[in-house]
């Protein structure tokens, strides 16, 4: 129901995915060098809680991205204008 959560890490020039989960579902790539390796597991090993809602799929998330849209333009109409 909901989906895998992969987790990242680079051993070597090795690239190594698996689901936090339990499911066992989970893979590897080999890459040229160890610090490409690296530098894709940091890249992709990521939570964005955060932004949840501000690069939300079109259809599933339609209504939170309308309300943080609506939010947004209310929070910039409400503040106060500099004066030069």
């Not at 066992?24 to 160890?34: E, F, L, P, V, W």
């Not at 940091?42 to 309308?66: F, H, K, M, T, Y």
């Given at each position: 129901?909901?989906?895998?959560?992969?987790?990242?890490?680079?051993?070597?020039?090795?690239?190594?995915?698996?689901?936090?989960?339990?499911?066992?579902?989970?893979?590897?790539?080999?890459?040229?060098?160890?610090?490409?390796?690296?530098?894709?597991?940091?890249?992709?090993?990521?939570?964005?809680?955060?932004?949840?809602?501000?690069?939300?799929?079109?259809?599933?998330?339609?209504?939170?991205?309308?309300?943080?849209?609506?939010s947004?333009?209310?929070q910039?109409?409400?503040?106060?204008?500099?004066?030069?």
């Amino acid at each position: 129901m909901l989906g895998h959560r992969y987790r990242f890490r680079a051993v070597d020039r090795e690239l190594r995915w698996h689901c936090e989960r339990g499911c066992g579902a989970g893979g590897s790539k080999s890459y040229d060098t160890a610090e490409r390796a690296e530098r894709y597991a940091a890249a992709l090993d990521r939570e964005d809680r955060a932004a949840l809602g501000e690069r939300a799929p079109l259809i599933g998330l339609l209504p939170l991205r309308l309300w943080r849209s609506i939010s947004r333009k209310r929070q910039a109409s409400s503040s106060p204008t500099p004066r030069s």
